[in-house]
């Protein structure tokens, strides 16, 4: 299907779009004709948004998906706007680094409201909206939802928690219209590595990745445009990703050594270029 003419008049909202994939989304959206409600915890990267993109078909509001109420105005806010609902993208999240024994657990539940309430609160608020027209929910998950990373215990928890729902939804609605998918980036040059938390909630500001080997926010948003307007039922972005889902679970043991082998390179790989 031609995505220009999945998306023109459709109400997409996304969330956490003033960063990285999310920002991606609603450019391509824009530019599709879509009519686009994000929100974010940033006033001024929403207030820059909305100049960049200066048109009645785009529509924001300052949000933190943690907060029930946040999540509820901001649909309320989004169906008085536009009428009503027929796309919702879940992708507003936080990455955390921190090993188990470092981190408290604070900075988990943080990233457990974020990553998994979040979804929860915004899908529960737009569900009579989207199950009305018949829509779409998506959630963008991660391969930490497949397998489960070192120094990734809260992250990978709040992905697995977030395919779960997600299943259990599209079974509750088997029969009702509404589709519903989750897309699994790979590693990705997006903001949210480099405001990964540490053990103390704190910013970390620095990712050992190289940036110039990643997939571009704006391939990760196609992909998953694409996706939405072929009502795929799961995508799992760049081969390594599909390899690692694939390891998992046909061969657990070996993907352990690998996970943690992985691990070990990229942390010496990153010491390494912090000592220069």
């Known amino acids: 299907m031609h995505t220009l003419d999945f998306f023109r008049k459709k109400v997409v909202v996304v969330t956490g779009g003033t ?41 924001t509001m300052v949000a933190d998906v943690s907060s029930e109420n946040h999540c509820k105005q901001f649909i309320e806010s989004t169906i008085n706007v536009f009428g009503g609902i027929d796309i919702l993208i879940n992708n507003a999240g936080i990455s955390m680094r921190a090993l188990l024994k470092d981190a408290t657990t604070e900075v988990i539940k943080k990233v457990m409201d974020i990553n998994l309430m979040g979804v929860v609160f915004c899908t529960r608020y737009a569900l009579a909206s989207l199950i009305k027209s018949k829509g779409t929910i998506v959630g963008v998950s991660s391969i930490a939802g497949y397998r489960g990373l070192p120094a990734r215990s809260g992250y990978s928890s709040s992905k697995f928690a977030l395919q779960g729902f997600m299943e259990s939804l599209r079974t509750e609605l088997l029969h009702s219209g509404v589709h519903v998918m989750w897309v699994s980036p790979g590693f990705t040059a997006s903001n949210i590595r480099n405001v990964a938390i540490n053990a103390e909630g704190n910013a970390q500001g620095e990712t050992p990745l190289q940036e110039d080997k990643l997939m571009s926010a704006e391939q990760c948003a196609n992909i998953m445009i694409a996706a939405i307007a072929n009502r795929k039922r799961t995508v799992v972005m760049t081969s390594q990703g599909k390899l690692t889902v694939w390891i998992n679970k046909l061969l657990p043991g070996l993907a352990d050594k690998l996970v943690f082998n992985r691990t070990v390179t990229l942390k010496d790989t990153w010491a390494k270029e912090k000592a220069k």
């Open 19 to 59: 960063d990285g994939i999310g920002r991606a989304l609603v450019k391509i959206l824009l530019s599709q004709g879509a009519l686009v409600s994000t929100c974010g915890r940033n006033h001024d990267k929403l207030y820059q948004l909305q100049k960049e993109f200066s048109s009645s078909s785009l529509h």
